[in-house]
């Protein structure tokens, strides 16, 4: 696959650790991913079935754990949106053949909507630079205007898809 990345780059961004603040006044700690999974598993397990998309993430616990393996190397980079102590979000950046990074992004249901999923792939994304990443791609279904919405608040530019997904990438600085 080959993305066409904007030319201009994005920077700024904030780095984890760090506190925000939602719209609905819950105080939310973004932390780079310490290699334990137990509380993003239970995430998962209580995720719902209509925010599920392109198969994932996976809905039995044994595949659950099985995909974070997969995806929690030490060549990616994952960041964690949490309340209270408890997973409440989670983007990852997953490298590809190509020296680029996919994008993913999954917030609880409860939480969407409070700018939960903006502070984290925006903490992901300084986190990212401060490493030397610098492209960044992601696929979100074409009728998902709250995701799309977001990744082209943050900077995001479409760059192609298939016919039920838009395929969007950044450049950071």
């Avoid at 609905?24 to 999974?37: F, H, M, N, S, V």
């Avoid at 960044?136 to 479409?158: D, M, T």
Wanted: hydrophobic share 40%; proline share 6%.
């Amino acid at each position: 696959m080959s993305v066409e990345y904007p030319d201009e780059p994005v920077d700024g961004f904030p780095t984890p650790p760090r506190t925000v603040t939602d719209r609905e006044g819950r105080e939310i700690e973004l932390t780079r991913a310490d290699g334990d999974t137990e509380d993003l598993v239970e995430m998962y397990l209580d995720f719902e079935e209509e925010d599920r998309a392109q198969g994932i993430p996976p809905t039995k616990e044994p595949d659950i754990r099985e995909w974070l393996d997969a995806v929690m190397t030490d060549d990616g980079l994952n960041v964690i949106a949490r309340n209270e102590g408890n997973a409440v979000g989670h983007v990852m950046l997953v490298s590809d053949s190509d020296g680029a990074y996919e994008l993913a992004i999954f917030v609880l249901q409860p939480y969407q909507g409070a700018g939960i999923g903006t502070a984290l792939v925006e903490t992901a994304l300084g986190a990212a630079a401060e490493e030397g990443i610098d492209r960044v791609w992601l696929s979100v279904e074409r009728w998902n205007k709250p995701a799309v919405n977001l990744y082209e608040k943050i900077g995001f530019q479409s760059c192609g898809g298939e016919r039920f997904e838009r395929m969007m990438a950044l450049r950071l600085a």
